[in-house]
């Protein structure tokens, strides 16, 4: 790798999880577990249902195409894309048909890499359609789950001009996070919420290369790993002088095999026979409309990551990774509400929270160890009540419990002992039971001293503040 | 007494009067179905268990109609004269008959209908050909034949059609009754299973057109099912029906219905547009003027291939669901592609086929632009030419075919080249989304013939209001095949 120019085109399709209904039809847009719950006759094709425009879908939908610097159409209309397959049973799908208009057209977005660089990436359209059902294909048989059908779905399309499997996935994991941030979707890929077609091709120069599509990637690794594969199998061949046999084909990745499998050749593409749908009627967007939903965008990620560097001096990696996923964000700013310190919240965030979540695989909203609770933690270790590795310990004791910090506190009896008094009689008590090592210590052997210590915290159950211990100590030694 | 025979505004008098029920009213409906069901195969299901309904001060409370069977209704076989559907029973109503139903209209039969509307011969529904009341050896014209044949027959004061190219314009004509479809838009088209649905139309056929106003207020109305219906709150069809036209004017097109371009014509064209001009002289009569305007020939020539390439398009995509996998029988086969295949080859009829064969070559992307689009370019041409005339004409009248109906036994001959347009022009009502209604207007070779008036969106009280004073000044109002002459 590295000998050739590598060049990627992303299509990623996000589903938008946060309106009430689907994009079409009345049915609830909600992820469950339970098949063919969130259904009217439209989902299912039954004749004479007619589909109806979700609103909210396409102020989402301009909101992100606003986003990506895109140029809005005049008029809002759709298109059929005509196929047969069960996963559709009206078997045309309700979409927008690039270059016609569609809900973003020929935008950009600069992305900043985790070491401050950036890079541009253009974006060709983004698009708003229909989801089709979820299909499970089992040894000899195959379901189908009709609650995805219909559930609004966004296609953003860049144009070849990514250069890395790196920059490649800090792009998608950043309109991820726009995503999420915009209150458009979950975006969780664990849900299918993000599915990812990539195109690829390498070549010596400037021209570009044979494309290569790799369909259905449904994770952000996936993209990556099929990214390594393809220019590796890419370059190899080129290597060998058998350039050729890279086809303008159609792949697919294979997850168990961690290869790229042949789906089609281009030359078997398939004519949707597009048309523009006419139950739909074209739908005049505003000037005034466009501008409600400019302003409703919020803060997004970059401008949090400019504010948490300013303001809290973070390093630019701390604050790239907090911002990354808004719940991340929103748990570090609710620290900072709580005056817990800016850095020692990003450094317990990025250190213990994430690394418990990847751990885990949980999301930060599932987390029981709330801001509230971090804050009980470091204030009891700010207070020298607990050491800081006791605080860790206290950390990951509430996880494995789910208990607050106090309870666990008390069960363990963790509290440092720094009640003077009391130090000074465990001390004394020590010093009393060694009056051979007080001879050796005031004799010049002042390692001693920490003999000393080790006796306080054995008896102390390593609970005695060692600050204090300390300074006590030196106190009742010059009596002796 | 045939109480079937009367109009809805008559119907509801004797109802609040208490001289007949709406049980017996349906009850003689149910008897009359049954007639006409063996002379004319006019129906796919009559329902036998129909009982009357509340009378209330709605005009259409307790009275019995037709509902052609591509309108769903809930709980009742509903097939589209398909044998892909010919046992489905939908869970839902479309809103058209359901705001017929929540005025207490009593639905007692599903209308036959040329299969899921694409035809205009009454000849391929998948339980037979519906026979025109007026002579069973002729055609009802279609695709609303049955509903046609059920009203001229006098089975109820009206049945529920639509209308994709003239489908209830024409059967109408040829039946010797009214048939309406208002603007596109003002009835919702939800739960009316689509042939091509920017041309498609609900719409109704009486005997009278002041019942057509009454029914057409009760269907139409703002749907949040349908974004392409539109508010006609302010619209009162009924309420101001007037015959009161006095300075109206109406244009026709020249090149369709002047005889002299027709150097071929047969006796019953010749008839026909004579009748047609004679009716001329009645508007004029009536005080509205009555011009005869010239379209580019051309344009006129090509709607048939227009509405052919648009609506086979549609159709194309619309009648996609139909797979036999979710609803209809299931096709047998190794997989669902051959599931399909079997299902889709056993239950469509050859002209379907065919229509959905041409369907989706227009729409390939090697010949879209040269057929579809082009197609809709000249959809867009026809409509800017026939609204310029708008502006200065109240409304377009044309006759209604080329001469009365067809034989059935002759049906499977090719139309004449020549007069082709001149069968197809209703189609320009659907081009536009216009307002277009047919009444009677004579008969020729002893069956009836119809003329037709359309005007521009949204016109609807205005072309109601001129067939009305029309209707009225000959006459054919009110006839049952049957009981005239």
């Not at chain 1, 609103?55 to 759709?78: G, H, T, W």
């Not at chain 1, 609650?147 to 966004?154: I, K, Q, S």
């Not at chain 1, 300013?310 to 907090?322: P, Q, R, V």
């Amino acid at each position: 790798m590295g000998k050739y120019n590598v060049t990627i085109g992303l299509e990623m399709h996000c589903e938008v999880s946060e309106t009430n209904s689907k994009v079409f039809s009345s049915a609830k847009n909600s992820y469950t577990e339970e098949p063919n719950t969130n259904i009217r006759p439209l989902d299912m094709g039954f004749p004479g249902t007619l589909p109806v425009v979700n609103k909210e879908a396409v102020k989402m939908s301009l909101m992100m195409s606003e986003i990506l610097n895109c140029r809005q159409p005049d008029f809002l209309y759709f298109c059929r894309k005509n196929y047969y397959y069960p996963d559709m049973p009206k078997n045309y799908q309700i979409t927008q048909n690039p270059p016609e208009d569609c809900v973003g057209m020929g935008g950009y977005i600069d992305i900043e890499r985790e070491d401050g660089s950036t890079f541009r990436v253009e974006i060709d359209n983004i698009h708003l359609e229909e989801d089709s059902a979820r299909m499970t294909h089992l040894y000899d048989t195959s379901i189908i789950d009709y609650n995805r059908a219909g559930v609004p779905l966004l296609e953003l399309v860049t144009k070849p001009c990514i250069h890395s499997a790196e920059d490649a996935v800090t792009f998608l994991e950043y309109i991820r996070a726009i995503y999420q941030y915009c209150g458009i979707s979950e975006a969780d890929s664990k849900k299918g919420q993000i599915r990812c077609d990539v195109n690829i091709s390498i070549s010596e120069d400037d021209t570009l290369g044979t494309k290569v599509e790799v369909k259905n990637v449904n994770s952000f690794s996936g993209v990556y790993n099929t990214l390594l594969y393809e220019i590796k199998r890419q370059s190899e061949l080129k290597d060998a002088d058998r350039y050729d046999e890279v086809n303008q084909e159609t792949r697919r990745w294979d997850e168990e095999s961690g290869t790229t499998i042949r789906m089609r050749s281009k030359v078997d593409a398939e004519d949707y026979k597009y048309f523009v749908e006419p139950n739909i009627p074209k739908y005049k967007i505003t000037k005034e409309w466009l501008e409600e939903i400019r302003a409703g965008i919020p803060e997004l990620p970059y401008e949090r990551k400019k504010k948490y560097k300013e303001n809290y001096g973070l390093s630019e990696k701390e604050a790239h990774t907090l911002v990354k996923e808004i719940g991340i964000a929103t748990y570090f700013e609710k620290c900072i509400a709580l005056d817990i310190e800016p850095k020692m919240a990003a450094n317990w965030i990025t250190g213990n929270v994430l690394g418990y979540l990847n751990k885990y695989e949980l999301e930060i909203k599932e987390f029981y160890l709330t801001p509230e609770r971090l804050q009980t933690i470091l204030n009891h270790m700010k207070k020298g009540d607990i050491s800081s590795k006791q605080a860790k310990e206290l950390f990951f004791l509430v996880l494995e419990r789910k208990e607050e910090p106090d309870t666990i506190m008390k069960e363990e009896g963790m509290e440092q002992i720094s009640d003077d008094s009391a130090l000074r009689s465990v001390i004394t008590e020590v010093l009393d039971e060694n009056a051979s090592q007080i001879e050796a210590y005031k004799n010049g052997k002042t390692n001693m001293f920490d003999y000393f210590v080790g006796q306080v915290m054995k008896k102390t159950r390593g609970q005695a503040n060692p600050v204090k211990g300390k300074e006590i100590l030196t106190e009742e030694l010059r009596k002796r | 007494m045939n109480y079937m025979r009367l109009n809805i505004t008559e119907l509801h008098e004797k109802l609040k009067s208490g001289e007949v029920t709406s049980d017996a009213l349906v009850k003689e409906s149910l008897e009359l179905s049954h007639c006409v069901q063996e002379k004319c195969n006019a129906f796919v299901t009559i329902l036998d268990d129909a009982k009357g309904e509340e009378v209330t001060e709605n005009l259409l409370s307790g009275i019995p109609f037709g509902v052609k069977d591509n309108y769903s209704t809930k709980g009742i076989l509903t097939t589209a004269s398909s044998n892909t559907l010919k046992d489905y029973v939908p869970f839902f109503d479309a809103t058209a008959y359901a705001n017929l139903r929540d005025k207490g209209a009593v639905p007692v039969n599903k209308t036959a209908m040329d299969e899921f509307g694409l035809g205009g011969t009454g000849t391929t529904a998948h339980t037979g050909v519906q026979k025109n009341p007026w002579d069973q050896t002729r055609l009802c014209a279609g695709s609303s034949s049955g509903s046609a044949a059920a009203v001229a027959a006098g089975v109820y004061p009206f049945a529920l059609g639509s209308d994709t190219g003239d489908s209830i314009r024409k059967p109408a004509g040829f039946c010797g009754i009214v048939g309406y479809k208002p603007t596109y838009g003002m009835i919702s088209r939800y739960g009316l299973f689509p042939f091509a649905s920017s041309l498609d139309h609900c719409g109704v056929l009486t005997r009278y057109v002041k019942d057509a106003a009454i029914v057409v207020d009760a269907m139409k109305g703002m749907d949040p099912n349908d974004m392409t219906t539109w508010d006609s709150s302010h619209i009162h069809l009924n309420d101001d029906l007037s015959a009161d036209i006095s300075g109206k004017k109406l244009f026709y097109i020249k090149e369709l219905c002047d005889l002299e371009y027709y150097p071929n014509a047969d006796e019953e064209l010749i008839s026909h547009l004579n009748n047609f001009h004679e009716t001329l002289k009645k508007c004029e009569s009536l005080g509205i003027s009555v011009e005869g305007v010239s379209i580019d020939p051309t344009l006129i020539r090509a709607i048939p291939a227009i509405y052919q390439v648009i609506s086979c398009a549609e159709a194309t995509s619309n009648l996609s669901n139909l797979t036999g996998l979710i609803f209809g029988p299931r096709g047998s086969g190794e997989n669902y592609i051959e599931m399909m295949k079997d299902h889709r080859t056993k239950g469509f009829s050859p002209l379907i086929k065919r229509r959905l064969v041409i369907g989706s070559y227009v729409l390939q992307t090697e010949n879209q632009e040269r057929y579809f689009k082009n197609a809709q370019r000249a959809r867009r041409l026809i409509v800017d030419a026939i609204k310029e005339q708008f502006k200065k004409y109240d409304g377009m009248i044309s006759p209604v075919g080329s001469g009365p109906a067809k034989l059935i036994d002759g049906s499977k001959e090719m139309l004449k080249e020549d007069t082709l347009a001149l069968e197809d022009q209703l189609q320009i009502g659907n081009f536009g989304g216009f307002p277009s209604i047919t009444i009677p207007n004579g008969f020729v070779s002893s069956l009836p013939v119809g003329i037709n008036i359309t005007g521009n969106c949204y016109e609807d009280q205005n072309v109601l209001n001129i067939a009305y004073a029309l209707e009225s000044s000959m006459d054919y109002k009110g006839q049952i095949a049957g009981e005239v002459k």
